[in-house]
Every structure is written in structure tokens, then in C-alpha cells.
């Protein structure tokens, strides 16, 4: 897997064994609809996996990114890849089951450009997740929230903090964007 433009074009990244990352065509698809928003924002890559959105974000000029997953060998594969790229005084990587860390966010009053939702498919995670951003609101007053999923598992529209704005099908991938 690489990178698919911006500063770190080509730059290969390393995935943890059992993760399915976003595919190219997925990432291109994402970055072609944020990519003139994406300048100095902070981004947080729920869900991070290999941290592909996240890095994704830095080639394309974010200047912070918090990667979170609960998973440790996808935190180390997230550190790997950030370190190998010169990126780690730029980010945080935490070991932390998302839901916690929204909260924990919230409790903070730590607000986001830009988030991120990969989740594992098929366990309906995509929708808890909106719900719990929903409810401990970490979004910017002008952010973003991409949403990644199952195309059978749409998260839906019913929100108060932020509403659909693009969904977009890519095979068995659908592709939700929200905004404040």
C-alpha cells in the first residue's frame, strides 16, 4: 500500500496482518472531496489501522493527526509507518478503544477538523460511532466527519450535530460525508 498524493506521494505503508485498509481508489475518492480543506487542520483517524487516512491527511498538508485504535500491533504498525516518515512530533498515536476516546476528547473540550471512521465491517461500529460523536460533540464548527462502511451498513442521517452532505458507493464501500 502507498500513498496517493500530496507531499508523501508513493511512500509505501506497512498494514497489520487482518486489516483491510481503505483502498486507493477509496482514499482518492476521499481526498478529492477534502483535499481543499485539508491545509493546517487537525484530523483524527478513528478506527486507525495502518494510520492511511491519518498519513493521508499529512501529504496532503494537515499539520496534527491523532490516531487511535485498540488494537496494539495496529497501534505499532501506526508508529512504524508515522516514524519512518518524520512525522511523529506531529501526532499522537493512543492505544484506546474509540468510543472511550471520544469521550475522553470530549471531557477535554477537544474539537477536530477532521475525523475519520474506518471501522471493522459488518458489526454496525459506523453507526455507534456517529451516535457517540453525536452525543460528545468533538467536532470544529466548520468540520468534517468521514465515514467509511459496508455499503449494507449505512449510519444514516439522523443526527443533531451534523448532517450528510455526499455518500458515495465504491464496490461494497460506501463512503458518507458529514459536516457541522
Known sequence: MRII????????LKAFRNIKPASFRVRK???????????NSVV?????????????????GAKF?????IHRGCT??????????????????ILKD?????????????LFDI???????????????????DEYDILAPSGY????CYREDAPGDCYQSFKVVTVRNYGQSRLFVYRK
Open 76 to 93: 505499532k504498525i501506526i508508529k512504524d509507518n508515522v516514524s519512518r516518515l518524520k512525522l511523529s512530533s506531529s501526532s499522537k498515536i
Open 65 to 69: 493527526v491523532v490516531f487511535v485504535d
Open 145 to 148: 466527519i468521514i465515514v467509511l
Open 5 to 12: 498524493g500530496g507531499k508523501f506521494k508513493g511512500a509505501p
Open 29 to 39: 475518492g476521499i481526498f478529492d472531496i477534502i483535499r481543499e480543506i485539508i491545509k
Open 44 to 60: 483524527l483517524d478513528l478506527f486507525g489501522g495502518s494510520g492511511a487516512l491519518g498519513i493521508e491527511a499529512f501529504s496532503w
Open 115 to 133: 475525523i475519520f471512521v474506518d471501522p471493522p465491517y459488518y458489526k454496525g461500529l459506523a453507526k455507534k460511532a456517529l451516535q457517540t460523536l
Open 98 to 110: 474509540s468510543f472511550k476516546a471520544i469521550k475522553d476528547f470530549s471531557s477535554k473540550n477537544l
